[in-house]
């Protein structure tokens, strides 16, 4: 699993998820167990979601970060 965030980014700092349904999905356990109160947002495909995140701002944006 991969997580796009900036440096220094945290998990306590994460409060939506942006995937297709069908990754988020497969991530449920480790999604809920991890970040309980996250907002999930669906989006098309995951390139169009990794687009998004890279043009928002806050803490939960920008270059990958391996979380396995």
């Known amino acids: 699993m ?4 900036n440096n220094g ?3 306590e ?3 939506k998820v942006m995937s ?4 988020t999905a497969q991530c449920h356990a480790w999604l809920h167990k991890n970040l309980p109160l996250s907002e ?3 989006f098309n495909s995951t390139a169009e979601a990794s687009a998004h995140v890279a043009r ?3 803490p939960a944006t920008g270059s990958p ?3 396995t």
């Open 13 to 15: 700092t994460i409060s």
């Open 20 to 23: 297709i349904p069908v990754a």
């Open 40 to 42: 999930h947002v669906a």
């Open 56 to 58: 928002e701002s806050g």
């Open 9 to 11: 980014a945290s998990l």
């Open 2 to 5: 991969n997580l796009l965030a």
């Open 65 to 67: 970060r391996d979380l």
